[in-house]
């Protein structure tokens, strides 16, 4: 398997991109890739070196520092994959996205895992396309929303093929801007689907589905119609009570006209416009404010 891998002592680097998914509407299917990177490296040892990992930045000191570190996990299940293994290694993450903030941590960190993996093989292109690498994450994820803009940068579109991840990347307007209003606290993203009904009423879903279908000509071709583009009934409102300071902020600056959304699965607001002088300069207490480009590289 050695011959698989390349040389001890080689080390190899990925940069990979913060995500918002939902945008409102497209409840996980639509995501959105970030100008907020994780920088990450990972190093070929000596056998019988065993494995190291160094974090700084988010998640310093509360992050599994042994096997259980989720880029390792991705990295070691992407080499697994094609049957080869590696247990010699030092890794090494420079975290910037916010973890628990639904901003997609846990995706960079699968989608990262997994582009070193590809990294270090020999032919890793060819042996680990973006279709096998989509598939992976989806696998460990549990759905595509994130990990597509991740892996592929830009603006995606995602679903499911029974139980494959497929997505496709469209080219967001060069106008398009964002602005994230992050807390101080975080949120678990089981823990707010778990507040999603079993059920939700056929007019509600219909109000998605036309707002779906606006909201990806918003972003491709006309960001002036990303307000009403953003209207949504299926999940926010229903999450109200896991992200009450979130939630009034969005209400508040859409009651202003803001394209304003639930990043994710929270407590994060985004808020989309045409144009970065068309983004709202508040400082609400209890947030940071950070206006992020959209990031048209993946993963790489």
Known sequence: MGGDLRPVGCEVRV?????????????DSLGLALDLVDDLSVRREEPGTGLRIEVSGEGAGVV??????????ALRAGLASVGVEVTDLTLVCRNRIPHGRGLGSSSAAIVGGLTLAR????????????????????DIEGHPDNVAPALMGGFTIAWMEGETGRAIRCEPHPELAAVAFVPATSLSTELARGLLPDQVPRDDVAFNVARTG????????????????????LHQDYRREAYPASWELMHSLRSGGQAAVISGAGPTVLVLAQG????????????????????PLGAH
């Not at 990294?119 to 989806?138: I, K, M, S, V, Y």
């Open 15 to 27: 940069r990979v991109p913060a995500t918002s998914a939902n945008l409102g509407p497209g409840y």
């Open 64 to 73: 599994p520092l042994d096997e259980n570190h989720l880029v390792i996990r």
């Open 119 to 138: 990294a270090l093989l020999r032919e890793g292109e060819r042996r680990l396309d973006e279709q096998h690498l989509l598939t992976l994450a989806t």
């Open 214 to 233: 606006l909201l990806v000509h918003a972003i491709i071709h006309d960001p002036g119609l990303l307000f009403a583009a953003t209207g949504d009934r």
């Open 276 to 295: 970065s002088d068309k983004l709202p300069t508040i400082s609400p207490a209890g947030f940071t404010r950070q206006v992020l480009a959209v990031r």
